[in-house]
């Protein structure tokens, strides 16, 4: 691995560092719970706490090798990363295995990958590239060119089918878009044609798809069948009340009323044991780890730098508002994780390796001029 300049390492985000650190592992002892089934002998757990520990750590070394090379370098790695992904993700519509109706990873020995992470990453680079050439707004060619880098690998996830990841891809470059600026013009007729083109979206949806939107107007329309998840994440959720039932003694998370409790619904078993008041200090901790990317955004002395940045900015900020609005009842059910909180091998890898993208130009914010 290469070795970090020790003057660089003075100049890293550490409030990054330690609310990161925080999330990580309160999200492991939150799975320890979610983890722990009550039998009449006692509590039996599964391994999914272990397994996140190792994917941890397989993530931090990640995130130093990501923080050691200047990530300047990507720029010229953005067409080999952007055409990386397109593969994998095409190579799931013929070798992917499928489970729960759906075909979203490729499994290489006793190695199992998910392309669709790694479609997140080459739209992120390959995005912040193409948005740094200029500090001109985007006009409707270069705004077009750049949509098209972004639907590409979001068709191809959609058609595993994965409309979560799907739409987070979409969301994450339309972040950076306005983030980058788009002339008033283009943006005034893209606030007018979005809107009347999206309830055509209905159309391509999968039924169980359509179901979870019809599910999510109305969660008493079938209560044991799609309705279910979202209704026992309401209970566990609200008799957690102000200050939760404590720890390890959640009911609807040890008794199995709790389904996915490891993965979309890891905040449920969260709010039953911490209450309202434990949500709360959560949802800081978030808005400081947000801000902290933000930070150094706003700090980073190139275009390329403060873009990539914002992309990662939204690429969390998006999840993290979805997954607990879906958890709560305020949008559907998409399957989007909650970061560091939820289990997830590939996601966490992800996670930690755009988080080492952002130290990385936190520490080099001083090494060269502005461009």
């Known amino acids: ?208 798809q359509k179901q979870r939107i019809m599910t999510f107007w109305n969660p008493a329309s079938d209560p044991l069948q799609s309705s279910y998840h979202i209704n026992q994440s309401h209970i566990a959720i609200g008799s957690g009340q102000v200050w939760g039932k404590g720890f390890m003694e959640g009911t609807q998370n040890q008794l199995r009323f709790l389904p996915e409790k490891h993965t979309d619904f890891a905040i449920s078993v969260f709010g039953e044991e911490w209450g309202f008041v434990g949500c709360i200090l959560l949802l800081a901790v978030f808005c400081f780890f947000l801000i902290s990317i933000l930070n150094t955004a706003r700090d980073a002395k190139d275009r390329f730098g403060s873009i990539l940045c914002a992309g990662v900015f939204f690429y969390f900020f998006w999840q993290i508002l979805i997954n607990m609005g879906m958890t709560m009842g305020l949008l559907p059910v998409v399957g989007i994780p909650l970061p560091f909180i939820s289990y997830g091998g590939s996601a966490t890898l992800v996670n930690f390796c755009l988080l080492g993208l952002v130290l990385n130009v936190s520490m080099r914010r001083f090494v060269f001029k502005a461009s």
């Open 1 to 208: 691995m290469p070795q970090i300049d020790r003057r660089l390492i003075t100049h890293a985000n550490w409030g990054l560092i330690a609310f990161t650190t925080l999330l990580f592992f309160g999200g492991v002892a939150n799975l320890y719970s979610a983890s722990g089934i009550r039998l009449d002998e006692g509590l039996e757990f599964a391994t999914y706490y272990q397994k996140q520990l190792v994917w941890g750590g397989i993530g931090m070394a990640l995130m130093l090798l990501v923080m050691s090379v200047d990530y300047r370098h990507l720029k010229s790695l953005d067409t080999a990363i952007y055409l990386l992904g397109i593969v994998l993700l095409l190579m799931v519509l013929f070798m992917g295995k499928e489970a729960k109706g759906a075909a979203r990873w490729l499994h290489f020995g006793g190695f199992s990958l998910q392309p669709s992470e790694i479609a997140k990453i080459s739209v992120l680079i390959a995005g912040a590239k193409l948005l740094a050439v200029t500090h001109e707004p985007l006009g409707w060619k270069r705004l077009s060119f750049i949509l098209a880098v972004g639907l590409v690998p979001a068709g191809l996830i959609f058609r595993q089918p994965d409309l979560g990841t799907c739409l987070l891809v979409l969301l994450l470059l339309g972040g950076m878009i306005l983030y980058k600026g788009v002339r008033q013009d283009v943006l005034k007729i893209c606030g007018i044609i979005g809107p009347l083109l999206l309830p055509l979206g209905w159309f391509f949806l999968k039924p169980y």
